[in-house]
């Protein structure tokens, strides 16, 4: 099946800096690739989402890039805001059957003002 | 107007006892998960449902028994709770197909002690 591998596990920055969370996955099957912030005590909440035939998507200060040859891809936060504090997860899924998603283990991104 | 609801949000209760979480969602989706958060923050999936229908069950104790009266809900049973038990149970629903969203419910914070 497939696995999903997410670094770093904690991530600390200072407001204004940008924030790069990194995630490898196992099966080059798998087609979507979705990332989920979680606030504390709060349900994870889509925020941005890449498929395979896309190299890179943005959405204002947010971006996720795609590497399909290396099976590789990363989240990155530009100008870092304090509620942008959060756990951030990365996932992977192919887009057919009933597969599911598979999580990465979490990023836990503090924002210092 | 919520998407995905869970019932109760939060469940403190004695070892051995048996409790029931519930989950509705109003998507029309066609698919509905349950997921354990444990205190580390690693999101596992437990069951998948399709129009009422078991697909995965990703070996969990059979003390969890979840129920799908109707595609728009599916409930969660346990029994005989064991400390272990302890942890943020998620429900999430998506309309199968390629590259739907997947929503969270708000989770039930399950307490045994």
């Known amino acids: 099946g497939e696995n999903v591998e997410q670094h770093p596990s904690t991530l600390s920055v200072q407001e204004g800096d940008s924030a790069v969370i990194k995630c490898t996955y196992s099966d080059s099957a798998s087609n979507y690739f979705p990332w989920y912030k979680q606030e504390l005590g709060k349900r994870p909440q889509l925020i941005i989402d890449i498929r395979s035939n896309v190299g890179e998507k943005k959405d204002q200060r947010i971006a996720v890039t795609l590497n399909k040859t290396a099976k590789h891809f990363s989240l990155h936060i530009t100008e870092t805001q304090p509620e942008d504090s959060a756990v951030y997860f990365c996932?992977?899924?192919?887009?057919?059957?009933?597969?599911?998603?598979?999580f990465g283990k979490g990023t836990m991104l503090l924002v210092s003002p | 107007d919520t998407a995905v609801s869970q019932t109760p949000k939060y469940l403190v209760t004695q070892m051995g006892n048996d409790k029931s979480i519930k989950c509705e969602q109003n998507l029309g989706h066609d698919t509905m998960y349950w997921y354990k958060q444990d205190s580390k923050k690693f999101l596992k999936i437990m069951f998948s449902y399709n129009n009422k229908e078991l697909i995965i069950n990703e070996t969990v104790p059979n003390r969890f028994s979840p129920k799908s009266p109707d595609k728009a809900h599916l409930n969660l049973h346990i029994n005989s709770l064991e400390l272990g038990d302890s942890a943020v149970y998620f429900c999430?629903?998506?309309?199968?197909?390629?590259?739907?969203?997947?929503?969270f419910g708000p989770g039930t914070r399950l307490t045994v002690l």
């Open positions: 996932a992977a899924r192919m887009n057919s059957g009933y597969s599911t998603l598979t």
């Open positions: 999430a629903s998506r309309q199968r197909g390629s590259y739907n969203e997947q929503f």
